[in-house]
Every structure is written in C-alpha cells, then in structure tokens.
C-alpha cells in the first residue's frame, strides 16, 4: 500500500509526493486522506487535492495492487476489509492518528470498511460517489466474470469501457480529453489487481448500518450526472447518517472529483473544518 502526499501542510517539514513518512506531524489541522475509485489510483485525487485550502496535509493512497509498478504480491482472499485494514497501517507508519477519510466509489466502500474496524482512525467522512450497500445478485456476478476475464487474458479489455462510462455526458461532450485521461490511467492497471479489486467489491456487505451508528460529520457528494452510484444512492447515505451533509456537483457524473475538482475539494475542505470543530 502507498501512501501519497498530495500537499504537505504549511508547518510542515519538506514533503514530497512520494513522501507521507511525516504526516503525522505536518499541516494545520487534520490530515485529509484520500481513497480512489476502480479502476483508478491515487492520481484521480490530484486536481481536488490542490482545491482544499488551508495548509492542510493531503495523503492519497494507492488500494493493494493499484497504480504503476505497485506491489504485485496482493492480500488473499480478496476483500475490502483487507484494503481497509492496509490503509490502517500506512496511516499508523506514517504517523497519523486520526485524520477524515474520503473515498470515490470504491475508495468509499473502503472509507466504510475502515470506520467499521478502525473508527479510532476516523474523524470525518467523505462518501463521493459511492453508496454504502452491497452488490444485488447479478452485479456481483458480473464482476466474478470480469474478474476472471481480465486474470485469464492477462489484460485490462474488460474494464476499458469504463474510461467512458465513469465520465458525465456534460464532461464526455465538453471535455473528451478527461475520459482520455481516464483511459490512459485504466491501461496502466496491473490486469491481477483489477481481478482483485472486483472480486473484493463483490464480497463487500451493506455497511449502511456502520454510517447510521456514527455520530462523527459526514459528507455526501455525488455528480448529478452519475449513472453508476446515482443521486437515489447518495440520498440514501444521507438520510442514513446522523450528521451527514450532501453535496450534488453539477454538471458532473461518476469520477465528480476529477471532472469538478474546485467544487468536490471545496466540500472536503469545508468537511475537514467540520470535523477540527466537532
Ligand atoms: C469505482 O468507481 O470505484 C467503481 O465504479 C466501483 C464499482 O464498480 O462499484
């Protein structure tokens, strides 16, 4: 698991991308942290990342086996706990004791999977895109086939077309070079690894009750243009948390924090001002 810094808070020491070791201690305030979506890594994060003001101290990981030259040696059997379990540790080597978590689509059933077994961890939540329920039958199915798909033919093929699907009808007509770029970070995913996140996904529960007995802030953003975990799904959070705010990005669908940066940072940012003052 690697663990990124986006920005490194104004107090402190030298960061680098690549370099979380001092988070623990560095920025005003909490640390943000964030978890990307499938089948994506840390660097969807980027552009929302340099949107959340306030020297604050902004680490994206990369999920097990995700982004170029990851590690590919993968927690067996494949599972969403076991990716949440993997962001513990990165976040107690790197220092850092409590921080708010936020998580695109999967990064948020991860984001849930760590407030389920490490709340400590936990002082704010970011649910972007996602939705707190399990997979219906079929879904599942589906990805158990994509899965064996991709690990037999050793490629990404199966999960390409999501470089459009992901992408907002607004965004895809406006701007196609985002589901370019979408496309380009999709080709550069270990084929295994996307095995692996899909298999994880499909074995994933409904944690809507873990979101309903937390008392701590919660943001719920979601694109009005998101087809995969549409508005139904976030209002559905929404209603679920005790302390839960939702953000609708116009003019965006699936990856929100990629094709609306200014406006999903801004609610991060205003979540993190949220859980300092709880
Ligand atoms: C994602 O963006 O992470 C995926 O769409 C999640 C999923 O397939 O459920």
């Not at 059997?77 to 990165?90: L, Y």
């Not at 895109?129 to 086939?145: Q, V």
């Not at 033919?153 to 985002?178: F, I, W």
């Amino acid at each position: 698991m690697r663990l990124h810094m986006l920005r490194a808070g104004t107090t402190a020491a030298e960061g680098t991308e690549d370099t979380a070791s001092t988070a623990g201690t560095a920025g005003a305030g909490l640390p943000l942290v964030l978890l990307h979506g499938f089948p994506l890594d840390h660097r969807m994060w980027l552009a929302a990342a340099e949107q959340v003001a306030g020297g604050r101290t902004v680490l994206a990981v990369d999920l097990p086996g995700a982004g170029p030259g990851a590690d590919p040696v993968l927690p067996q059997p494949p599972s969403i706990e076991a990716a949440a379990d993997a962001v513990a540790d990165a976040l107690a080597d790197a220092g850092v004791s409590r921080a708010v978590v936020a998580g695109l689509s999967m990064g948020g059933y991860v984001a849930l999977a760590l407030l389920d077994r490490h709340p400590g961890r936990v002082a704010g939540l970011g649910l972007v895109d996602t939705k707190s329920t399990a997979d219906a039958p079929e879904a599942r199915a589906n990805r158990l086939r994509i899965a064996d798909e991709a690990e037999r033919g050793a490629t990404v093929d199966p999960v390409r077309p999501m470089a459009t699907t992901l992408v907002g009808e607004t965004t895809r007509a406006s701007r196609p070079q985002v589901a370019e770029q979408v496309a380009a970070w999709i080709d550069e995913q270990s084929p295994a690894a996307v095995a692996w996140a899909q298999r994880a996904m499909a074995a994933r529960p409904d944690r809507t009750a873990v979101l309903a007995g937390w008392a701590g802030p919660v943001t719920v953003v979601v694109g009005d243009e998101d087809t995969v975990t549409p508005l139904d799904a976030a209002r559905h959070m929404a209603q679920a948390a005790p302390q839960a705010q939702l953000v609708v990005v116009p003019r965006a669908g699936h990856l929100s924090a990629l094709e609306q940066p200014d406006v999903v940072g801004l609610a991060l940012a205003e979540l993190c001002q949220r859980a300092e003052s709880a």
